[in-house]
Structures are given as structure tokens and as C-alpha cells.
């Protein structure tokens, strides 16, 4: 008989789990952390000493106490025991792969995407929703970190955006037919899900409390019914008041920005399960732009009523029980400074747990990854980061990634 089954216990906290392993002639490859403050899952009180067991890219057990040896396998010990280990951080709004400006194309795109992931994953986020990307460059940069030619992290993409077209609004939403054949383009591309522009971008005078929505009602539907066809969400950028309860009434998944979402559309999100990824990191740039105020005193009006208003609105969707998701809009922001929506989260007043719970769990919620991703426990991917300090006490401490897992594959230690 070439191959051999055997049943291995391990005792997790007290209870025996049995497992099947069907061993070929070569040990198995184990990976054991040894994680000094282990915060498993976000929201939790953290466990000290424990082994996380990966084997596979999986988490196969986590054990208190520190485990050295495990019978016929090879096993790799990494020795975390003096940092704070936790799942890889996500960031919901990213544009890896966007170039914008005088002469910059799609070779542009590609190459500053290569660098943005390695950025990206080198911070400790190992999964991202790329929203809006110059042309198919995101699904070739996905393709390349898939087949490991690329470092970066798991990437779910939007493919481009869809807008009402002309300038820089976006693929060709104009009518219905239009608004059908371009996102069944997007799906049949490779988007994982959708990206509607269905307001004006932030650095618009329209995009103001009062703005106009974008799309016809008819346009929205089109959109909407072809990615429920093919069962694809749909994320939509909105800012003003207007536009978001527009997008709601059709059953879009989430709401990115959302700034000027007022308490009956938080109702709506709260009703529908909607996620709110408020991207409050752009503030940084807002305060750098407000500083240097080399702008028109009309467009200088309009960013100061972003800044003022942006983070309380944020902080009013929270307490109200509104889903939030971490979600940086880096490629407006710089990429690998994707923990400042962490940060940001907190200044604005949310718990330091909660702020991490938005950067693993709900994010793993907004994209049905809840089985694989966002947490560490038995079963999961293995996507595994720990930092220098507690960024439950200091929430500057997430800066402090010293560790990075993905899928299993240590890529720094
Ligand atoms: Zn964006």
C-alpha cells in the first residue's frame, strides 16, 4: 500500500480534534508561530503564548502554549513571543494600478503597480479591493501576485470605472444599453466586483453636499441588474447627500466616501447590511492642501467643508451602527501608508478594537470572505501579521509590522 492513513490529535484549549493526513513518502511542512500576544479575533480579549500551526497556507490549529515539534513533519519555528500577532490587515478601497495625468498610460499603471503591492503588503494588508484602474492593468497585476511573479497582496479588483464617460468620469455609462454592455464588459473581464461613479470625484465643486447625482435612475438599474446577473457587487463613490440615497434604493453593497450621507441613509445602510467605507484617510492630504492653500478660495471653501464635516458624519454612522470598512483610496493617498485609515479611525473616536475589527473582520464580511479571511483561527487562510507595541493601547503601534504571512508564505520577518 503506497500511502498510509493516520490520525493525528491535537488538543486545542483543552479539546481533542482529530484529522486525517494521507502521508506520501515526503514530511509534511509545518509552520509554527509562536505569538506572545495573539489578538485571534478583532473585538476579543487577546491570548498570550499560543501556536498558530500553518501547513498548506492554512491555519491548522492554535494551541495555548508554545508547540516546538510535531511527529513526521518538518516543522519551522518563527518566534514571535515578544510581539502582538494578528490577521493580515485589508484595505477596501485602493487604486494599485491607476495612472492619471499628462502623458501617463497604461505602461505607466502597470509599473507603478508592481511597486504599490510590494508597498502594500510590506504594511501588513494582505488583501485589497482595487476600485478603479487604468484599463486591465489591476487584472494583469492580479494574475502576476496569483502566480507569484509579483509580491503583493490578494487583490480584488473593479476592473475600471464606470461613469457617465468623457473626461476623467469613468468607462461609458450613457443610456441604458451603454450602462448594460460596459459593466457586462467589466464581468466578463475579470472584475470581481463593480465601481460606479455615481457622483462628482471630491476634488469637484459638485461633489458638495448638494450635489446632483450622476446617473440616470434608468442608468443605475442597468448597472445593477447586470451585476446581479452574474452575481457581482457593486461599490458606489459618492459624496454628495443625493447621490447616496439614489445608489441605495438600487441595492449597491457598499458606500465609498460617503460624505455628506445624512442619518436616513445610515438608516438604509444599517437596514440593507450596506458597508460604509468612509476612506477618512484622505484627510491627510485635505490638512496638506488646507496648509499650503494654493487654491482657488471657492475650491479651498469646498475642501474645508470635507475636512470639517467628514469625520464627525463618520463617527455619527458608527455610534449609529452603521458597517464600516477600512478603506484607504491610496492612489489618491500614498500607497503603503495604508494603516493611516486605522489611525484616523481612532482620532475621529472609534474604540482602538473596533478600528482593527474594521480593518479584519467587517472588511472579510464586505467581500463574503468571512470562512477564509479576518480572522486566525482554524481553517483560515493563513494571513498573519504582528507588530512591535499594542496597537490596542497605541494605535500607532500598527505602523510597527515586523511580520507578514500570506497565504501561508512568510514574505517579512
Ligand atoms: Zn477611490
Redesign the pocket.
Known amino acids: 500500500m503506497k500511502n498510509i492513513i493516520f490520525i493525528i490529535f491535537l488538543s486545542i484549549s483543552g479539546v481533542s480534534l482529530g484529522f486525517a493526513q494521507e502521508q506520501s513518502e515526503e514530511p509534511r511542512k509545518i509552520t509554527i508561530i509562536h505569538a506572545g500576544t495573539l489578538m485571534a479575533v478583532a473585538g476579543e480579549d487577546t491570548l498570550s503564548e499560543q501556536s498558530i500551526i500553518v501547513e498548506d497556507g492554512k491555519i491548522i490549529d492554535v494551541t495555548a502554549s508554545y508547540v516546538s515539534e510535531i511527529d513526521d513533519a518538518d516543522v519551522t519555528i518563527v518566534d514571535l513571543s515578544d510581539k502582538f500577532v494578528m490577521a493580515g490587515l485589508m484595505d477596501m ?3 494599485l494600478a ?1 495612472s492619471r495625468g499628462p502623458g501617463k498610460n497604461a505602461a505607466d499603471a502597470a509599473l507603478a503597480g508592481v511597486s504599490n503591492a510590494y508597498k502594500t503588503l510590506m504594511v501588513g494588508f494582505t488583501t485589497v479591493r482595487d ?2 484602474a487604468t484599463d486591465d492593468t489591476i487584472f494583469k497585476l492580479r494574475k502576476a501576485i496569483n502566480d507569484g511573479d509579483v509580491i503583493g497582496p490578494r487583490v480584488l479588483s473593479a476592473g475600471s ?1 464606470i461613469g457617465v464617460g468623457g473626461r476623467s468620469n469613468g468607462k461609458e455609462c450613457n443610456g441604458v444599453e451603454s450602462c448594460r454592455k460596459t459593466t457586462r464588459d467589466m464581468i466578463t473581464g475579470g472584475a470581481d466586483w463593480i ?1 460606479i461613479y455615481s457622483s462628482c470625484s471630491g476634488g469637484q465643486l459638485c461633489s458638495n453636499k448638494d450635489g446632483a447625482a450622476m446617473f440616470f435612475d434608468d442608468e443605475i438599474k442597468a448597472i445593477t441588474d447586470v451585476a446581479k446577473k452574474y452575481d457581482v457587487k457593486v461599490a458606489a ?1 459618492s459624496h454628495p447627500t443625493a447621490s447616496a440615497h439614489q445608489v441605495l434604493g438600487y441595492g449597491v453593497s457598499s458606500i ?2 460617503g460624505s455628506f450621507i445624512d442619518e436616513a441613509a445610515m438608516d438604509i445602510m444599517i437596514r440593507d447590511g450596506v458597508y460604509y467605507v468612509p ?1 477618512v484617510a484622505v484627510m491627510d492630504l485635505l490638512e496638506t492642501v488646507l496648509e499650503e492653500g494654493d487654491r482657488p478660495a471657492e475650491m479651498l471653501a469646498h475642501d474645508q467643508s470635507f475636512y470639517d464635516n467628514n469625520p464627525p458624519n463618520i463617527f455619527k454612522a458608527y455610534q449609529r451602527g452603521v458597517k464600516i470598512a477600512t ?1 484607504t ?1 491610496a ?2 493617498v500614498p500607497h503603503g501608508k495604508n494603516y493611516r485609515e486605522v489611525e484616523r479611525f481612532v482620532e475621529l473616536g472609534m474604540t482602538n478594537a473596533d478600528a482593527l475589527k474594521a480593518g479584519t473582520i467587517n472588511s472579510a464580511d464586505l467581500i463574503d470572505k468571512s470562512d477564509e479571511l479576518g480572522t486566525i483561527e482554524v481553517g483560515k487562510i493563513a494571513d498573519i501579521i504582528a507588530v512591535s507595541g499594542n496597537p490596542l493601547t497605541e494605535i500607532k503601534d500598527i505602523e510597527n509590522i515586523v511580520f507578514v504571512m500570506k497565504d501561508g508564505r512568510v514574505y517579512k520577518d
Do not use: Q, S
Open positions: 478601497h485602493v487604486h491607476m476600485l478603479g470605472i465601481k463613490h465609498e466616501h476612506t478603506g483610496d492612489g489618491v
